[in-house]
Structures are given as structure tokens and as C-alpha cells.
């Protein structure tokens, strides 16, 4: 199908675009070295995606003055010295045709580190703490000024366009908001007055690198905080965006400790934010961008053939799949490998001041190093033992290298942990990963024997050269007093996920790992009520961003999590319950669900090395752990051998 309203050409002001496929600024927080120069390692990342066709690329972050700089390893762009990396960055970029653009940047009171200044004297919602200091007015008169030299600075180095990053909290969003901003003098009160830094900023921009340097402006629909900005200020403030020369409006959406967050999660529908660009494309004549958990490329291209947005930014899509342009365009779609949603490698690493990477593309930032998987020296027999994401994973690379690989699975379904992992309300993205793998598999010829039994005579009929054991991991049972004679029903998270027991009405769940969150949630659904025995943290493997919306739909459920908590002793229908704020009865449960972890299933690997076969412990069969380090060791081994 091809994709003809993606796929046709735009003009935003003077500039000419390819596609109205946008990649969104994205701050990886790698590639840019210790003293801020832009590396290698940026411009193969990005280049990478220019030459797959997207139309437009912004870079993300650029930091017009060092108060604002947001992560450690931002693009700068508050000094002269920094252009001539920066020029390299899009000369690689530009080879390809693509449109490069770089965001400009002011971190506010969401900065990371400790000289923040905001409009007023008032903490970030969430993730940074502190409060800033407030602006002084002239302070703020030089911020104009600083804008406008970091985009001088952007064009002598070659971008084709700048965007104003004045949404998701940071500093031009902090004057838009009521909540942020309470000055008294002609930056604060009023609309005009909030808007008139943002203004400003276009105005001075304009100015100084001449009316026809194309110019877009990403701002905020809604910040879905209480007292933040709102669509009806965002509307009305299009025309007059556009009256000051912006060439484009870029409308995304929340702040730091909004819900939903900028960067939602796959508890989020896809295209979240739309109706905001929706909103504003009615009051303005300029293109609109919109943006927000859009994974499809069709529906990218619907979204432009009904008039809702003129260009789509597809950010974590560009992230996952560096070859997203030209798949959509050759009609591939059935290779696209899918975002899922989960956030663990790329926001949640970058806010922990990591390098951005990605559960389904471990190879995200380490393009320079890796290139493309090298042909094995000599090609080997490989039998991959387990179906789950890691099994496939690494099947996939020894596949891609020429290996000669097969897959066997005890089980009727490949998929491993996920097929379950997929089943609790919003999971079902998880399968997607799975449904990736196994189209590749099939695309490179990979055969993959279900209900397999794994023993020496199939180790005689298939004669690999090495093993690869990636069996997964089973529910660990607790020692504890009492439990089987507790009259509570037992079973594990995978008995309940899998249908297998289906619990009464009031159940306890012991344990507080995401296995265990989403099992409550799962269990929550048809009137059930649900008790969370935990620890420290509840669901701390996941993502901020995927954790909030989780803990805000079991609140909505009413599942009640106990923190700190044991079980001191079993009474009929009865547990007695140590927790954080002391010790409680639990009246009238008629299921316990353990939740306790997990445990390596790597049987097989013993056989193996008897046998005198190189074996491999890969994923949960080495130890049990998330995707996001599974999926990466799939990766490494699927190279290394
Ligand atoms: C790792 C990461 C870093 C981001 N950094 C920025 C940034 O520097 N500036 C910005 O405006 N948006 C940033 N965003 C938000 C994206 O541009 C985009 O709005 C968001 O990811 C939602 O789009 P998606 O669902 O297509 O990923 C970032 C997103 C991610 C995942």
C-alpha cells in the first residue's frame, strides 16, 4: 500500500522537505563529548536515519546557554567554538537528502544540575528537585538574545531550519504556565504577558538570521497538570506564533509529573496528543506537526489524508528501527521492527543520565562501533533452545550472519515469558516483539520446532556445533511457615496469567515486581479485590514513564499495596501481616498469588557440556532479568559467535 500523503513533498516557509516524515528531537545524551562537542558517534546515529529517507531530522536539545543545558551530554550551542562539529554532524546528515534541523533549548527549572532559573521560584512537579532561581527581567531580555545567536549558530553550521523547544516544562514552557510563572512584571499575568518571552524569541530569531531561515516552533497542547497551559492558550496562540514568522507549529504535550507524560508509555492510546495539533491546525495557515505514540506509518499517512496534521514525527519509531523511512516507503511494513512502548531504554536511561538504548534495537548509539553484522568466518550449526525474546534474538543475528540455526521450544507457542507478560490489561504491546522475530525468522529460513523434547537424541539427529540454552526462568516458591496449610488457594503470577487458575473474589498477592504489579492489574479487572504484599518498590523495574500509568490504574481499581510487607502467620481465612505502617489482619482472602522472583530453567546445559557441545546460557536461563538486559546479551552472543 503505498503511502502517498507520508510520502508527498511539503515546503515549511523557504525549505523544501522530501516527505512529511519527521523525526523528533530526541536528547540520547550520547554522542556530544565532555566538553559538549558533537562525535561520531551522533552524526553515524543520525545519518543512519536520513538515509533510510525520513524527510526531516531534529536534532534535539541544542542548549542556548549553559544554565539551561537539561542532560550532561547535550549538543551546545551557546558558543561560536562549537560550530565546526556541529557542521560535520550535517554535512554527514545532508548526504542523504534529509532535512536537519536543531532544536534550541533552555532547560529552566527541569535542568539537571544545581544553577536553574525559571520564571518564578518554584520547584519541577517531579524528577528534578530544588527551586530555581527567578530571572531577573534583564536576565530575561539576554535570553532573547541568547536564542537568537544559538540559531546564527545552528545556521552557520549548516542546519537548514531551527525549532524553538518551548514545550514539556523547560524554560519558554515555564512562562507559558500559570503554575510556573507568577511574575509581576510584562513576562508573567496575562497571556500576552506569558507569551511575550516566546515572542520575543521568534522575533529575535527572525532578525537576526534573516525572515527566510526556516524557523518551527514545538509548544505544548496541553501540559495535563493543574493550573498548567492549557489547549485554549495554545490555540490562541498559533496565529500569533505564526504572525511572528514561525514557518511551522510542532504540538506536543505534559510536563515533568504530568499524566500523561511527554513520552507516554503503552498504557497510552496510539496518537495521544493528535486532537491538540487537530486543535491548533484550525486556527493557523502554517504546517503542523503532530506527534505522540505513533508507531504505524499508516497511520501516519491517515492522519495527513484527513487533514488532522500536515507532517507526523515518529520519535521512539526512528529509535527502534533505523530503516523506518524505507519501509514505509517500499511498502516493507511487515519488517518494521515496533516500539513497544516500554521506555526502559531510551527515556529511562537518558533521565538516569545514561546513554539512551532500546529493549527492541540494542544496537541504538553503538551504530559506529557495530556497522552491520559481519558474516560469520565459518558458518556453524546452532540449536537455540527456548523460543522466548532472547532465544529469538539471538537466533536472528547467527541467522543474519549465516549460521545455520534451529529453534526448539517445549512448549505448543513460541514467545517464552512475554506470551504471558502480554496478557494484563495495556501489555499487549509486549507480543509485538515476539511477532517481530518470528517474521524475521521466517524471512531468513529459520526453523522452529514447537513441543520439542530437548535430549541427547535429538542432540544425535541435529549434530550442532554449539548450544545456545535459553530456556527462561520459573516462579521461585517462598519458604514460609504455614503456607500450605493456610486454606488459601496457591498459585503462581504464570498460573494465573495463564488461565490455568482462575482466583476467587478477594485475592493477595505476594510480591512486588513488575510480575506481581501486573498480575494485580490483571486481577483487578472484574470486581475482584486485590492486596499487594511488597518491598521497597513496587514494579521498580519498569520505567517512570510506564510505572505511573500502572500505579495509577490499580489505584483506580482500588488494589491496596502494602509496603515492607511479610506475612507473620496464616490463621483459617486469616494472614497476619507485617507491613510499614505496622502489623494488620487481612480478613476473608481466598487466594494467594506468590510473585517471588524467579529462577533459571537451564537443565538442558548440563547435558550439553557432557555431550562434549559448546553451550551457551543466554536471557533468564543465565539469570532471570528484564528485556532490556536480556535482549542486549541476545545481541552480543548473536554477534560474538
Ligand atoms: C530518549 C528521548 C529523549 C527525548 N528528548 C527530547 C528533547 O530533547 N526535546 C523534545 O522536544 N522532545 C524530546 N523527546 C520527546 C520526543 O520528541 C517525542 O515527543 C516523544 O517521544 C513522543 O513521541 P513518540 O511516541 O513518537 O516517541 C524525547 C523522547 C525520548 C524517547
Given amino acids: 500500500m503505498p503511502l502517498n500523503h507520508l510520502f508527498a513533498p511539503i515546503r515549511l516557509g523557504r525549505m523544501e522537505v522530501r516527505n512529511r516524515l519527521v523525526m523528533p528531537p530526541m536528547s540520547v545524551n550520547f554522542g556530544v563529548d565532555e566538553q559538549g562537542f558533537v562525535t561520531e558517534q551522533h552524526w553515524v546515529y543520525l545519518a543512519l536515519r536520513a538515509k533510510a529517507g525520513t524527510g526531516m531530522i531534529v536534532m534535539g536539545g541544542g542548549t542556548v546557554h549553559p544554565d539551561g543545558l537539561d542532560l550532561p551530554r547535550m549538543p551546545r550551542v551557546w558558543d ?7 557542521s560535520r554532524l550535517t554535512a554527514e546528515v545532508k548526504r542523504y537528502g534529509a532535512r536537519i534541523g536543531l532544536q534550541l533549548l533552555h532547560g529552566g527549572r527541569q535542568a539537571f544540575h544545581e544553577r536553574r532559573v525559571a520564571p518564578s521560584p518554584l520547584p519541577s512537579l517531579a524528577v528534578v528537585k530544588g527551586v530555581p532561581r527567578e530571572l531577573a527581567n534583564g536576565e530575561i531580555k539576554e ?37 510556573a510563572n507568577r511574575r509581576n512584571d510584562e513576562y508573567g499575568g496575562s497571556f500576552e504577558n506569558r507569551t511575550r518571552f516566546l515572542l520575543e524569541i521568534v522575533s529575535a530569531i527572525k532578525e537576526r538570521c534573516g525572515r527566510d531561515y526556516p524557523l518551527g516552533v514545538r509548544y505544548n497542547g496541553e501540559d495535563y497538570v493543574a493550573e498548567g497551559w492549557h489547549l485554549d492558550e495554545a490555540v490562541r496562540l498559533g496565529p500569533l506564533l505564526q504572525a511572528a514568522g514561525a514557518d511551522w507549529l510542532h504540538v506536543s504535550a505534559g510536563v515533568y509529573g504530568s499524566l500523561p507524560v511527554t513520552i507516554p508509555s503503552m498504557y497510552q492510546s496510539f496518537g495521544c496528543f493528535v486532537h491538540l495539533a487537530e486543535a491548533v491546525k484550525r486556527a493557523v495557515s502554517v504546517p503542523v506537526i503532530a506527534v505522540g505514540r505513533i508507531k504505524d506509518p499508516v497511520m501516519a499517512d491517515r492522519l495527513i489524508a484527513e487533514g488532522r496534521a500536515d507532517l507526523v514525527a515518529m520519535g521512539r519509531a526512528h529509535l527502534v528501527d533505523p530503516e523506518l523511512a524505507a519501509k514505509a516507503a517500499q511498502g516493507r511494513l511487515n519488517e518494521l521492527r515496533p516500539c513497544i512502548g516500554c521506555c526502559r531504554g531510551c527515556i529511562q536511561n537518558v533521565l538516569a543520565m545514561s546513554e539512551a538504548t532500546c529493549v527492541m534495537n540494542p544496537e541504538l548509539g553503538r551504530e559506529y562501533r557495530l556497522g552491520q553484522p559481519r558474516p560469520a568466518a565459518r558458518p556453524k550449526r546452532i540449536l537455540v533452545v527456548g523460543a522466548g525474546p532472547a532465544g529469538l534474538a539471538c537466533t536472528r543475528l547467527l541467522a543474519l550472519r549465516g549460521h545455520r540455526v534451529i529453534v526448539v521450544e517445549e512448549r505448543a507457542r513460541p514467545g ?39 535430549d541427547e537424541s535429538l542432540v544425535h539427529e541435529l549434530k550442532p556445533d554449539v548450544a545456545v540454552v535459553a530456556s527462561g526462568a520459573n516462579p521461585r516458591m517462598p519458604q514460609l511457615e504455614g503456607l500450605f496449610e493456610s486454606g488459601l488457594e496457591l498459585s503462581t503470577v504464570l498460573d494465573v496469567l495463564s488461565g490455568e487458575v482462575i482466583p476467587g473474589a478477594r485475592v493477595v498477592v505476594l510480591g512486588s515486581d513488575q510480575a506481581a504489579m501486573v498480575t494485580a492489574d490483571f486481577l483487578a479487572q472484574g470486581q475482584r479485590q486485590v492486596a499487594v504484599l511488597g518491598g521497597d518498590h513496587f514494579a521498580s523495574e519498569l520505567a517512570p514513564n510506564d510505572r505511573t500509568s500502572l500505579r495509577q490504574r490499580l489505584a483506580a481499581a482500588g488494589v491496596k499495596l502494602y509496603k515492607r510487607a511479610s506475612i507473620r502467620k496464616f490463621r483459617a481465612g486469616e494472614l497476619v501481616i507485617d507491613h510499614q505502617k ?3 489482619l487481612l480478613i476473608g482472602f481466598s487466594d494467594l498469588v506468590i510473585a517471588e522472583g524467579f529462577r533459571s530453567e537451564r537443565g538442558t546445559v548440563d547435558m550439553f557440556r557432557k555431550l562434549g557441545l559448546e553451550a551457551h546460557l543466554l536471557g533468564d536461563a543465565k539469570s532471570p532479568r528484564t528485556l532490556l538486559e536480556t535482549t542486549a546479551e541476545a545481541d552480543e552472543l548473536g554477534r560474538a559467535l
Fill in 143 to 179: 535570553l532573547v538574545v541568547a536564542h537568537a545567536e544559538a540559531a546564527r549558530r545552528a545556521r552557520d553550521a549548516g542546519f537548514d531550519f531551527v525549532e524553538i523547544h518551548a514545550a514539556h516544562g523547560y524554560l519558554i514552557s515555564e512562562f507559558l504556565a500559570p503554575n
Fill in 416 to 454: 517464552g515469558a512475554l506470551v504471558l507478560a502480554s496478557r494484563p490489561p495495556g501489555r499487549a504491546e509486549l507480543l509485538e516483539m515476539v511477532e517481530y522475530q518470528l517474521a524475521e525468522l521466517q524471512r531468513l529460513g529459520v526453523e522452529i520446532r514447537l513441543h520439542a523434547v530437548v
Fill in 582 to 584: 505496622g502489623q494488620e
Fill in 80 to 86: 561560536d567554538c562549537y560550530i565546526p562539529g556541529l
